[in-house]
């Protein structure tokens, strides 16, 4: 059995490694490395890929949600929402920029914000709502664009993890992860669906006029050169990662469709176990479908529910099966997060998948043989009943 990798980035490079250097090999020879032809190009084909009318990339991620937020015009001591279960680059740059974070609680099946309990935290200084779409799958975005409406919010949506994903609203209507609030923004961090070879980010967005302001923010606050109209800050994508992600762009779909298939394959083998709860989907689905994107796994998460999560950790190391804990700690427990509005009652379900929850190996490159050990020493180990 090849080795199992929690994220196989050798085994995709394989496959596309003509390709890829070649682009690169260009790159090289034409020494366009920032703002080159590469990264044009690559804005054109996410723009078209994504069905929205302006990609703005930038350096990583987390600048790509700061820069939305400094593009909005938000300004300190107004509040964001976000959810309590995410990653801390969300709630990072809220705090950096001065605004207040204001975390929720999230739903015990998507994992994504509850909006109930974003409803609740709006507060005359509430001035907008950071769904993350974790894991893979949209936060339920018909109702967070509904409470944004009625409190007159903007939406910032954290696409790190769900690019390429569906969200299909209740009368239908079919729309990419990332295109549905005011602004979005993603990460091309290698690991993740759409990874680069290094860092990568950009912001999403169907207003002409955010676009520009953005633009001008992610280039030193510069709409015209050498005149600095407001205060902005330098990230920028390079051509080698733009020609790079050019590559994995045009497979984004066939990637999402072979993380998928592990997934079902996963979800497959614990169904029978009582102890595991595989990945829910939202939007209604009760399985993994073939031919749906409403969820893209970019992590593949179970929720241990008999207490023995870490001791499974343990064991699957003992087994060189990696895993990993998405996240071991709520932000509101975080030291540079804490804040005296927080109390322990408000968050049940995010305290109680910090205990639980774990993620198995997830990547395009994971074969049968690798699933089935994982899977059945998974099983073993969190006592799958004999009759199944
Ligand atoms: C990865 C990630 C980010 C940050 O992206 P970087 O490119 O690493 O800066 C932000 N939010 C979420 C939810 C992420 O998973």
Redesign the pocket.
Known sequence: MKKIQMVDLNGQYEEIKDEVNASIANVLETAAFVNGPEVHAFQKELEDYLGVKHVIPCA??????QIAMMGLGLKPGDEVITANF??A??VEVIALLQLTPVLVDVDPNSFNIDPLALEKAITPKTKAIVP?H?FGQCANMEAVLDIAKRHNLYVIE?N??AIGADYTFQNGKKQKAGTMGHVA?T???PS?NLGCYG???AIFTNDDDLAHTLRGIVNHGMYERYHHDVVGVNSRLDSIQAAVLRSKLSRLDDYNARRREAARSYTEAFEGNKNIMVPKMANGCLEICENCDCHVF?QYTLRILNGQRDALVKHLGEKQIPCGVYYPIPLHKQKAYQDERYQEKDFPITNQLVKEVISLPMHTELDDEQITFITETVNQFVNKPLSS
Do not use: E, M, R
């Open positions: 990583n991620g987390t600048d790509a949600l995410t990653f680059a969300t993350v974790l954290d790190a993890q923004a990460s091309f961090f993740k860092d990568g980010g970019h």
